[in-house]
């Protein structure tokens, strides 16, 4: 039986994908306990990027998005059997980048900022987990490293910072719940940017090749050079692009963007701004014509994009095609079938 009352016609709110008013409606309106108002609650939680509960969450709910949703989310325990976003960033990039065009139809300049941001997060990880393997899992880590990494060398040129991810990465798996979520909170979003260094060594790329856009290795160790050359110079400017997304001016609003006032949120015309310089900063040709952006083997700007392009960004990176995902439309979906039913 279709709900009644306040809640009689909740269509134009799933249409335009505002699925905390419709569990704000369906609490409100003595539908608190239904299959509705349970999943527009999960649909809410997944639009708000609240991964903490994904895994709990999903386990409810036999549905396809429901599996995706587990592969997009961290793992709570760190010897989870399922890994998630530690085996493969890609789900939880798919999210993101159905999430960025979600909030833009919603007319939300706050929220494109944060998801611009956390998109910036873990790119450069997303860029070394084809030759990893995975998406710098603490379980496989110790695998594919070696040498100076996670040392006090003071031949290696990361920085104290850098060091200490390095190490905590090796044995984050290997201790109670408490410290494996210490890690995840406080030093894996820094792994991307240890890699980073590892991947852009001078005995892969000259100086001058290449825009300059950090530390770089002189001497690497031996897992850095795992690979032919033009493997590893791949590596080097999929690395290099994330790093120039990173300190682009898009990600540089989100640094400026109030928390908790009344003034100050970037406007449209603010973020359009931003992409732009960002994406011409993205597309510049660099010296020995490596740039992943202009070789266009993974997809071009979509007209259909929030911000035109941030798929081809995230493709370039990977090496491989990503697109934003339908977890969120399909949870929509559910909603709607649900509210039929009752």
């Not at 989310?73 to 530690?86: H, K, M, S, V, W």
């Amino acid at each position: 039986m279709t709900p009644s009352g306040p809640v009689a016609d909740l269509g134009p709110l799933l249409d335009h994908h505002w699925y905390d008013a419709v569990a704000s409606l369906l609490g409100s309106g003595g539908h608190a306990a239904s299959p509705a108002a349970g999943l527009a609650r999960v649909a809410r939680r997944v639009l708000d990027l609240d991964a903490e509960d994904f895994g709990a969450v999903a386990a409810q709910h036999d549905r396809p998005w429901a599996r995706r949703l587990v592969d997009a989310a961290f793992p709570l325990e760190p010897r989870d059997e399922r890994r998630g976003a530690l085996s493969s960033l890609v789900p939880l990039y798919e999210l993101m980048l159905e999430v960025l065009d979600l909030r833009a139809a919603r007319g939300e300049p706050l929220q494109i900022v944060v998801t611009a941001h956390l998109i910036g997060e873990f790119l450069s990880q997303l860029a070394w987990e084809p030759r990893l393997g995975h998406a710098g899992d603490p379980l496989r880590m110790a695998e594919d490293v070696g040498g100076r990494w996670g040392t006090d060398d003071r031949e290696c040129p990361h920085t104290s910072a850098q060091r200490t991810t390095a190490r905590r990465s090796l044995r984050a798996a290997d201790g109670d719940r408490a410290g494996y979520t210490a890690y995840l909170d406080r030093f894996h979003s820094r792994l991307g940017d240890t890699l980073a260094v590892c991947a852009m060594n001078h005995r892969t790329v000259a100086a001058g090749e290449r825009p300059d856009v950090g530390e770089t290795c002189p001497d690497p160790c031996d897992f850095a050079l795992v690979g032919d050359l033009p493997v590893r110079r791949d590596l080097d400017a999929r690395v290099r692009l994330a790093r120039i997304y990173v300190s682009s001016p898009l990600v540089a609003l989100r640094h400026h963007a109030p928390v908790g006032h009344f003034f100050g949120v970037p406007s449209t015309t603010e973020i359009s701004t931003a992409w732009v310089d960002t994406w011409t900063r993205l597309t510049q040709p660099w010296a020995d014509g490596s740039n992943p952006l202009l070789l266009g083997r993974h997809g071009r700007p979509g007209p259909d994009e929030a911000l035109p392009g941030m798929s081809a960004l995230v493709s370039a990176v990977a090496g491989r095609p990503i697109g934003p995902g339908t977890v969120i439309r399909e949870l929509g979906a559910d909603v709607r079938a649900a509210l039929d039913e009752e």
